[in-house]
Each structure stands twice: as structure tokens, then as C-alpha cells.
């Protein structure tokens, strides 16, 4: 999750990559969201 803050991606980026976690791992996504929530 520390790539997040490093990399700082744009919301087309998030987007894009919550897609390929939804269909990969739906636990990783709730993270991946909650995460950039906290983070904005």
C-alpha cells in the first residue's frame, strides 16, 4: 500500500487498478479503496 503514497497516482490510475484487484481479489480492493480514502 506504501506504492500508493510513493507513487501518487492520478484517479484514472486508482481506477483503473481497482478493476484488475476486483477481478483478482475483491478483500484487496475494499483495502485499496479504503486506503486511498483515508489518504485524500
Known amino acids: 500500500m506504501k506504492l500508493v503514497i510513493a507513487e501518487k497516482p ?3 490510475t486508482v481506477q483503473n487498478a481497482s478493476i484488475k484487484y ?3 481479489d475483491r478483500q484487496i480492493n475494499c483495502a485499496f479503496y479504503f486506503f486511498v480514502g483515508e489518504t485524500e
Open 10 to 12: 492520478s484517479v484514472a
Open 22 to 24: 476486483i477481478k483478482r
